[in-house]
T-cell receptor, first 115, second 117 residues
Framework: GAGVSQSPSNKVTEKGKDVELRCDPI?????LYWYRQSLGQGLEFLIY????????KSGLPSDRFSAERTGGSVSTLTIQRTQQEDSAVYLC?????????????FGPGTRLTVT | AQKVTQAQTEISVVEKEDVTLDCVYE???????LFWYKQPPSGELVFLIR??????QNEISGRYSWNFQKSTSSFNFTITASQVVDSAVYFC??????????????FGKGITLSVRP
């Protein structure tokens, strides 16, 4: 079956521009996560969506970052006024939810480069 | 706060050697879950195993085995008879979540394994 897909795979943007990154989770997965992978910080949690509940935004590094999940499926991560330190690979993951945390399945990521 | 430490950063072995990747974790919870993920050069993280804190039995899957020891807060991963295709970055991760809560993963820094022919 189809895995988690993300688009675009690569994005180069100028400092100060806004970017949108998209994630299509595995069908039927109610939990969706965004992580960021960078050389200096490793893999960091950003935000979590579960069904219709309010998202857990505790990992977002600044108010320039926001995310939404429409219809309980597709999610978009938006970074406003991008800075060079935002350059990283942004990973989306989805999982089932229920008794205890299920394994998360990751997408291929979006490599963001801010020039 | 939860923390995962992978003290080894890079390991290089020759094919057919056995190799153990270490993982030490910190958590205040009595219920938690441990994971290993593989990130090959292609970049996509691949799930390998999930273990909950109440199950200390070691697990073997083909050439892979995992040793979970609560007494030392470790969850080590051994690859037997390594192969070139095992070359990747391996991440250990921890989740403290209970049912229905945020199961966010806290990752270690990863171990880069190179298997030479």
């Amino acid at each position: 079956g189809a895995g988690v897909s993300q688009s675009p795979s690569n994005k180069v943007t100028e400092k100060g521009k806004d970017v949108e990154l998209r994630c299509d989770p595995i069908s039927g997965h109610t939990a969706l996560y965004w992580y960021r992978q960078s050389l200096g910080q490793g893999l960091e949690f950003l935000i979590y969506f579960q069904g219709n509940s309010a998202p857990d935004k505790s990992g977002l590094p600044s108010d320039r970052f926001s995310a939404e999940r429409t219809g309980g499926s597709v999610s978009t991560l938006t970074i406003q006024r991008t800075q060079q330190e935002d350059s990283a690979v942004y990973l989306c993951a989805s999982s089932l939810s229920g008794t205890g945390p299920y394994e998360q399945y990751f997408g291929p990521g979006t490599r963001l480069t801010v020039t | 706060a939860q923390k995962v430490t992978q003290a080894q950063t890079e390991i290089s072995v020759v094919e057919k050697e056995d190799v153990t990747l270490d993982c030490v974790y910190e958590t205040r919870d009595t219920t938690y879950y441990l994971f290993w993920y593989k990130q090959p050069p292609s970049g996509e993280l691949v799930f390998l195993i999930r273990r909950n804190s109440f199950d200390e039995q070691n697990e073997i899957s083909g050439r892979y085995s995992w040793n979970f020891q609560k007494s030392t807060s470790s969850f080590n991963f051994t690859i037997t008879a390594s192969q070139v295709v095992d070359s990747a970055v391996y991440f250990c991760a921890l989740s403290e979540a209970d049912t229905g809560a945020n199961s966010k993963l806290t990752f270690g820094k990863g171990i880069t394994l190179s298997v030479r022919p």
